[in-house]
């Protein structure tokens, strides 16, 4: 049990589009989810934390109208990198905890390339 | 402000030897600590936690780690090294409080030499 899984697994855009990455728990109602990023042989830094049916609380650092996270249901959490640059080509994690436990369940990643 | 520190940035120990792992942490309360593994190009798998109660804590796949309060570490260990844990090993802590947000170490490359 516990399974996360993130579509897609990679993806390719042109820089000034927009892209959506899903993160779902598949077996366990997750009331909170948590996205990270990772930089190449570096660790995760934490962007935001998101509970189901209100607004995502982001990192200081983090543009919230940049990196717009939905948390509508208790299974599903998307994250959407408006207007990407090439900077914000990464490895991008979500994790999902089910309510009143204190485990992560990390999903696979989403490899961005902006070109 | 939750922090974690993994002094060493890869160990190398051969197959069949005992593998340590450091992670020394910082918390305002109680810590909750977990270690995490990561394989190339894909996500973390969880390998074990402590939230309260005995200070060894036995894991997935025959890894361990000590919860030592006075030391504020988590170092992981496994007896007998493989092959096949060569990859990168993450301790994170959060605080027993809130949404448990996590703060990662920088992680350690272990490298099991055939």
């Known amino acids: 049990g516990a399974v996360v899984s993130q579509h897609p697994s990679w993806v390719i855009c042109k820089s000034g589009t927009s892209v959506k990455i899903e993160c779902r728990s598949l077996?366990?109602?997750?009331?909170?989810m948590f996205w990270y990023r990772q930089f190449p042989k570096q660790s995760l830094m934490l962007m935001a934390t998101?509970?189901?049916?209100?607004?995502?609380?982001?990192e200081q650092g983090v543009e919230k109208d940049k990196f717009l996270i939905n948390h509508a249901s208790l299974t599903l959490s998307t994250l959407t990198v408006t207007s990407a640059h090439p900077e914000d080509s990464s490895f991008y994690i979500c994790?999902?905890?089910?309510?009143?436990?204190?485990?992560?369940?990390f999903g696979p990643g989403t490899r961005l390339t902006v070109t | 402000a939750q922090s974690v520190a993994q002094p060493e940035d890869q160990v190398n120990v051969a197959e069949g030897n005992p593998l340590t792992v450091k992670c020394t942490y910082s918390?305002?309360?109680?810590?909750?600590l977990f270690w995490y593994v990561q394989y190339p190009n894909r996500g973390l798998q969880f390998l074990l936690k402590?939230?309260?109660?005995?200070?060894l804590v036995k894991g997935s796949y025959g890894f361990e780690a000590e919860f030592n309060k006075s030391q504020t570490s988590f170092h992981l260990k496994k007896p007998s090294a493989l092959v096949s844990d060569s990859a990168l090993y993450f301790c994170?802590?959060?605080?027993?409080?809130?949404?448990?947000?996590?703060?990662f170490g920088k992680g350690n490359q272990v490298v099991v030499i055939p």
């Open positions: 077996d366990f109602q997750a009331t909170t």
């Open positions: 918390v305002s309360g109680n810590p909750y």
């Open positions: 994170a802590v959060s605080e027993s409080y809130g949404n448990n947000r996590l703060a």
């Open positions: 998101s509970n189901e049916g209100s607004k995502a609380t982001y």
């Open positions: 402590y939230i309260t109660g005995d200070n």
């Open positions: 994790s999902a905890k089910r309510g009143g436990t204190y485990e992560q369940y």
